[in-house]
């Protein structure tokens, strides 16, 4: 049984930093792409960012450029996203996603590209 699991969320004062990890249990690890999203109430869930299998490649959207960082550490079968110069507007429930090909591109933006996600982790910021 495959679970991903996010810890990490909570209210953090705008400005401010967070680390949110997902640790991914029962699939190969290694071989699978991850990527971040999140969604508020009314919302469609919006991608954040992507990493390949290795670790070698990453894509970012632009509303969190030079500000997110997504990294793993396949030896921990865990994927994080370091959060800096937190806003309002990144205030979201967070969602860690596992992608079977292992590779990133464009379409690591869609939802559908993914075979498995997360329960959620809530990233409140205060201004």
């Known amino acids: 049984q495959v679970q991903l699991v996010e810890s990490g969320g909570g209210l953090v004062q705008a400005g401010g930093s967070l680390r949110l990890s997902c640790a991914a249990s029962?699939?190969?690890?290694?071989?699978?792409?991850m990527g971040w999203f999140r969604q508020v109430p009314g919302k469609e869930r919006e991608f954040v960012a992507a990493?390949?299998?290795?670790?070698?490649?990453?894509f970012y959207a632009d509303s969190v450029k030079g500000r997110f960082t997504i990294s793993r550490d396949n030896a921990k079968n865990t994927v994080y996203l370091q959060m800096n110069s937190l806003n309002p507007e990144d205030t979201a429930v967070y969602y860690c996603?596992?992608?079977?090909?292992?590779?990133?591109?464009?379409?690591?933006?869609?939802?559908?590209?993914?075979?498995?996600w997360g329960q959620g982790t809530q990233v409140t910021v205060s201004s």
């Open positions: 996603a596992a992608d079977g090909r292992g590779t990133i591109g464009t379409y690591s933006q869609q939802r559908s590209s993914y075979d498995y």
């Open positions: 029962g699939l190969a690890f290694s071989g699978y792409a």
């Open positions: 990493i390949n299998w290795n670790g070698g490649r990453t």
